[in-house]
């Protein structure tokens, strides 16, 4: 049987072998069942509504659901556009931001090696970001300064001001 992932209350449940467990393989309780089994049919509702979606309403979607905590819905989505689109810059950096989202700045880091050669704002910023999450304020820097210098926005200036306050002997 197909393992399947929920969130619920900021917390991952599967559902394998007719039960669900934690993050922790700890048998939910008997009492969330009729939540998370509500979670994962709209899961599937909004995963089967996403094949018929363009691109960008697929993205939409899963930057909707990284934006209410929906981070498995949201990794799932953009997943499933690169799988169409390996090479789709926006897609890779939404992925970045959930991988962040779910504590692996080393992943978030992985899926956007492919993209640092292209010229993508927020695939350096996102870079940026999880070189924070790692301390890795050096690094973060240079990222940031790339995203900042073709064109990066709000949350690069974001990522500068947090390199700034962690490390402001970086900008004397």
Known sequence: MAKRQVELKGQEYTWTDGNWYDAKSVRAPSAMW???NVL???????????QDLSVDETLARAKNAKSERKLA???RLV????RAHPQHHGAA??????????GLPDEALRVTAPFVG???????TTRAAALC???RWEEAKR??????AIGGEREAFAVRNRIKKERPDLYD
């Open 40 to 50: 994962l049919a709209a899961q599937d509702l909004s995963a089967e509504a996403a």
């Open 143 to 148: 990222e940031v300064g790339r995203a900042l």
């Open 93 to 102: 950096a939404v992925l970045s931001g959930v991988l962040r989202d779910r």
């Open 133 to 135: 999450d790692l301390a």
């Open 73 to 75: 819905l949201a990794e």
């Open 34 to 36: 009729d939540e998370l």
């Open 118 to 124: 292209d010229s993508y704002a927020a695939i350096f």
């Open 79 to 82: 997943r499933e556009v690169l």
